[in-house]
């Protein structure tokens, strides 16, 4: 039997999901007042919540969080929503309303379209590492890094460095929202944000007038190796 012991795109998904404010179920709904996901973290009582999948979307209220995988709303479910369907659970009014969307890959990369439409937030996976000294026989530690790119349009004005570096900030505690990455690992954390990148440096010898913060996640995971 094959061995899944390779999560870059589980985690770069976890990360693409949290920017935007959201956690992916992880069982399907039933009937009643819980939903299960990978990491309740990122969700606070009282908080007003939409549940959704490709088929349809419903509002809610958090009304409790039970262990670190359940949330229970005030009012019963009315829909049925499913893993196939792309499943989530979203705040409503996140931190980061303005963002236009969220990809994957790196900024010199983007496509026209919708790179045209700004800001947005890129999540490019980078190194996994599985340190000599930190296994068994049994269990491989796993580090897996990811570099998350806020990026807008530049504008050469003193406020508006400082604005970006606000939203930059907000993204900072969206990510340390959830250390759980929606149960795709158990610790991560940001590790550096670099307000000037060199792939801003390069974008701008490509004539593209782009101001980008990054920041760097570290999100730690055990593998079993259960042959």
């Not at 999560?7 to 935007?20: E, F, M, S, T």
């Not at 969700?43 to 509002?59: I, N, W, Y």
């Not at 045209?116 to 269990?139: H, K, Y």
């Amino acid at each position: 039997m094959a061995v899944d012991m390779f999560h870059q795109n589980d985690i770069a998904r976890a990360i693409r999901l949290l920017c935007q404010g959201a956690a992916a179920l992880t069982a399907d709904t039933v009937p009643g007042y819980e939903v299960t996901v990978g990491s309740n973290e990122l969700f606070a009582t009282g908080q007003q919540v939409r549940l959704r999948d490709s088929a349809g979307s419903e509002e809610k209220t958090v009304g409790a969080k039970i262990g670190l995988t359940t949330v229970g709303f005030t009012e019963e479910l009315e829909g049925e929503y499913l893993t196939s369907r792309g499943a989530r659970l979203e705040v409503m009014d996140g931190v980061l309303s303005e963002v236009q969307w969220v990809g994957q890959g790196s900024p010199e990369l983007m496509p026209r379209s919708p790179a045209e439409r700004f800001p947005c937030v890129l999540v490019m996976p980078g190194t996994m590492r599985q340190p000599l000294n930190a296994g068994s026989n049994r269990v491989f530690q796993q580090d897996y890094e990811f570099a998350v790119y806020y990026v807008t349009r530049y504008e050469e004005d003193q406020r508006a460095n400082i604005e970006v570096l606000d939203r930059a900030a907000a993204l900072f505690n969206l990510l340390m929202a959830d250390t759980y990455l929606g149960g795709t690992c158990w610790h991560s954390q940001v590790t550096e944000v670099e307000p000037e990148p060199a792939v801003q440096r390069r974008l701008r010898d490509q004539e593209k007038p782009l101001r980008v913060v990054e920041l760097t996640v570290l999100a730690r995971r055990a593998a079993l190796h259960d042959r």
